[in-house]
C-alpha cells in the first residue's frame, strides 16, 4: 500500500506562484509514475502533468504547458508541482497520484492522495 499526502496549496493571487509536494509512504516511490490532477467545482477531475519514474518522461496539459513544472527526488519520496502566473482558472483542489503506468488517465494511477485546495483570486 502507498500512503500519498499533498501540501503547498492556499490562496494566491493572479500571477502569483505555488509549488505543491506530494510525499509517499514505503520504499517504493521509485518504482512508480507520478501525476497531478485537479478538480474544480462542478467539473470533472482532469489531468494536469505526469513524470515518469526516472524523470526521463513529462506530461502536461495544454493549459499548464510553460507555467507548471512537474519534478521529483527519489530520494525524498516527493514529487513537486511549481505552479507559476496562476490564474482564476487554476482554482481547483489538486491530487497526486502514483501508478505503475505513466499515463494522462486517471483510472490507471492506482494510488490517490487526500487534494490539496488552490484558490487563485483576481
Known amino acids: 500500500q502507498v500512503q500519498l499526502v499533498e501540501s503547498g496549496g492556499g490562496l494566491v493571487q493572479a500571477g502569483g506562484s505555488l509549488r505543491l509536494s506530494c510525499t509517499t509512504s514505503?520504499?517504493?516511490?521509485?518504482?512508480?509514475?507520478m501525476g497531478w490532477f485537479r478538480q474544480a467545482p462542478g467539473k470533472e477531475r482532469e489531468f494536469v502533468a505526469a513524470?515518469?519514474?526516472?524523470?526521463?518522461?513529462?506530461y502536461y496539459t495544454d493549459s499548464v504547458k510553460g507555467r507548471f513544472t512537474i519534478s521529483r527526488d527519489n530520494a525524498k519520496n516527493t514529487v513537486y508541482l511549481q505552479m507559476n502566473s496562476l490564474n482564476p482558472e487554476d482554482t481547483a483542489v489538486y491530487y497526486c497520484?502514483?501508478?505503475?503506468?505513466?499515463?494522462?488517465?486517471?483510472?490507471?494511477?492506482?494510488?490517490w492522495g487526500q487534494g490539496t485546495q488552490v484558490t487563485v483570486s483576481e
Open positions: 513524470i515518469s519514474r526516472n524523470a526521463a518522461t513529462v
Open positions: 514505503g520504499r517504493t516511490f521509485s518504482s512508480y509514475g
Open positions: 497520484a502514483a501508478g505503475v503506468v505513466l499515463t494522462r488517465l486517471a483510472r490507471n494511477f492506482d494510488y
